[in-house]
């Protein structure tokens, strides 16, 4: 991987590796010890043209509060500092994304201010074995530590597992969008 970000997390709690290249092959390994978290990972890195490789390890025995806010920790941060290497970029990226009977929204501003509403209204408690609440948690997290605005909206959803998965579809889709080379500045104050 060239230009690729690598950082490591080790506390009481998680142990984590990650290598990330935000204008990648789509070549993704990623193993956190949960099978559905590592599915949703995937989603955005793939559909968000990343080279991702995740290796990780938490106190699952406890919950899965830590190591999925953990990893958005470290993938946050190396998110920003990727981000933060490409020179102008368009900045905004958005999209209207549905997923069977399920339409969401994501929207972000690529631009060094930290932001993060979130609407997911899932019906469940639990997904893939870990809590709905986590998505959020994740969201908030991962854009805190990119120094970006995330906005996710939902329109409407009849599936659990849709909403999740569309949220980080689209997330990689507008990551994607707002990352392209601009032939302008797009900031007033001359950078982001």
Not at 12 to 28: P, R, S, W, Y
Not at 168 to 180: S, T
Request: aromatic share 8%.
């Amino acid at each position: 991987m060239s230009n690729t970000i690598t950082l490591s997390r080790e506390t009481k709690e998680t142990t984590i590796e990650l290598a990330l290249n935000i204008n990648g092959q789509q070549q993704v390994s990623i193993d956190t010890g949960l099978p559905f978290f590592d599915h949703m990972l995937n989603q955005l890195a793939t559909h968000a043209g990343w080279d991702l490789k995740l290796k990780s390890k938490g106190d699952l025995e406890v919950d899965d509060h830590h190591l999925i806010e953990d990893v958005a920790i470290c993938l946050g941060q190396a998110f920003n500092q990727a981000w933060r290497q490409q020179g102008n970029i368009v900045r905004y990226g958005q999209r209207l994304l549905p997923m069977d009977a399920s339409l969401l929204m994501v929207a972000v501003d690529v631009c060094g201010r930290a932001y993060a509403i979130t609407d997911l209204p899932f019906s469940r408690e639990s997904l893939g074995g870990i809590g709905t609440e986590m998505w959020k948690h994740f969201f908030y997290t991962f854009a805190i530590n990119s120094a970006i605005t995330l906005h996710i909206k939902t329109e409407y959803f009849d599936n659990n597992h849709h909403l999740v998965e569309a949220s980080f579809k689209g997330l990689a889709f507008a990551l994607r969008e707002a990352l392209q080379v601009s032939e302008r500045n797009n900031s007033t104050k001359g950078v982001l």
